[in-house]
Nanobody
Framework: QVQLVESGGGLVQAGDSLRLSCTAS????????MGWFRQAPGKEREFVAA????????YYTDSVKGRFTASRDNAKNTVYLQMNSLKPEDTAVYYC????????????????????WGQGTQVTVSS
């Protein structure tokens, strides 16, 4: 079993940047596909980005393309989400998620694809 802990959230102004981290314990992340999701108040949790366990394949939801960059460092058991040009509509609790994957090339965009979740970190963007 893998435990995930997100960090790096905070209160920023529109146009600012933040980098979220998701650190795993219990298992090495090198055989896990990873995902980032977010949930705004009153809304369902939505997909943000997904990474294959190799890190070679990364996929983003349209609303963050060109602004957010997901990456991973398997040696550090950590996944990152660099968020630039933040907008008020990016305000949400951000979650990382993990699932095992044997292909190295697959990435997953649905919540029910993932088995493990972190507790989330709040990102608030003021206008």
């Amino acid at each position: 079993q893998v435990q995930l802990v997100e960090s790096g959230g905070g209160l920023v102004q529109a146009g600012d940047s933040l980098r979220l981290s998701c650190t795993a314990s219990g298992r090495t992340l090198s055989s896990y596909a990873m995902g980032w999701f977010r949930q705004a108040p009153g809304k369902e949790r939505e997909f943000v980005a997904a990474l294959s366990w190799s890190g070679r394949y990364i996929y983003y939801t349209d609303s963050v393309k060109g602004r957010f960059t997901a990456s991973r460092d398997n040696a550090k058991n950590t996944v990152y989400l660099q968020m630039n040009s933040l907008k008020p509509e990016d305000t949400a609790v951000y979650y990382c998620a993990a699932r095992t994957d044997s292909t190295g090339s697959a990435y997953y965009t649905r919540r029910d694809h993932y088995d493990y979740w972190g507790q989330g970190t709040q990102v608030t963007v003021s206008s």
